[in-house]
């Protein structure tokens, strides 16, 4: 296994960073997601999600604990505010120590009327800039209470940014917050306005973190439909439709953005959508770029 502070040390030395979603695991058998992770290449973590959509899946932590032992790289299990009280909270976060675990993205969590099970309650006993604080506590070997506990955790806490937002500035201090809260780096939402990008990054420099930004392919104009009517601060512009309406896949699409916005990231979060193969040829692409740039300087 890489060691477990592998991508708090790329994050401190400004490496160019790859993560990918490998999604939550539906049910009990997780071989499949096994075989399909260990064809992924150059990769530096995965992120396990957390009940996405508050549909049923395998409990996140378990299964990153579980790809991450096997597979022997870095995982990100989503951890919401959804599902658990504060006491809860304090010990799926031991726990998930325990398990090897050194990463955890930070996030509010889809609300139970978004699922199949509506007697379904959700606790929200916090918010995701108080569960960043939690984190952030735990790791300076204290509890909720500022009461030392036995040992500390050493999380590298990642949180969510949306570059498309339609309050820029708000969403700034949302981000500035988040780091006041103890975040350390960010995974973003999916870009298509470039325009919008630009500005949001612009605006993010100065807040000194690390920011992957996201990367999803557009693998079909439903797709897009689908971006545009349910994804908020999601938007593919019309000049991507028209470019997708006259044949343009949507890697290519995906490679000339990254190509326009790569000087101003610290990595890209490719929603793959389980699509190895593309997922592989993004990172592949990426990776010519900084060798470019290297061969520059």
Known sequence: MKNVIELKRKLDNGDFIFTTELGA????????????????????????????????????????????????????????????????????????????????????????????????????????????????????????????????????????????????????????????????FFQTQPVYDLVKAREFLKEAKVLDKPILLGIMPLISLNLVKFINNKMPGVTVTDDIINQMEDGKKGLEIACELISELFEDISGIHIYGMGDVQTTNKIIEFTKSLNLKRRHVI
């Open 25 to 184: 695991i539906n049910g009990t058998l997780i071989e499949d997601s096994l075989t399909k992770a260990k064809d992924y290449i150059g990769l530096d973590a995965i992120n396990v999600h957390d009940c996405p959509n508050a549909n049923l899946r395998m409990n996140s932590v378990m299964a990153a604990s579980i790809l991450k032992r096997e597979l022997g790289i870095e995982t990100i299990p989503h951890f919401t505010c959804r599902d658990r009280s504060l006491l809860g909270t304090q010990a799926d976060l031991l726990g998930a120590h325990a398990l090897g675990i050194r990463s955890i993205l930070a996030t509010t969590g889809d609300a139970p009327q978004h699922g199949p099970y509506h007697g379904s309650k959700a606790v929200y006993n916090y918010n995701s800039y108080e569960l960043i604080k939690l984190i952030d506590t735990m790791n300076s070997g204290k509890d909720a209470n500022e009461v030392d506990i036995k040992g500390s955790t050493n999380f590298v806490i990642a949180a969510t940014a949306t570059p498309g937002a339609t309050n820029m500035t708000v969403e700034i201090e949302r981000m500035k917050k988040k780091i006041e809260m103890g975040a350390d």
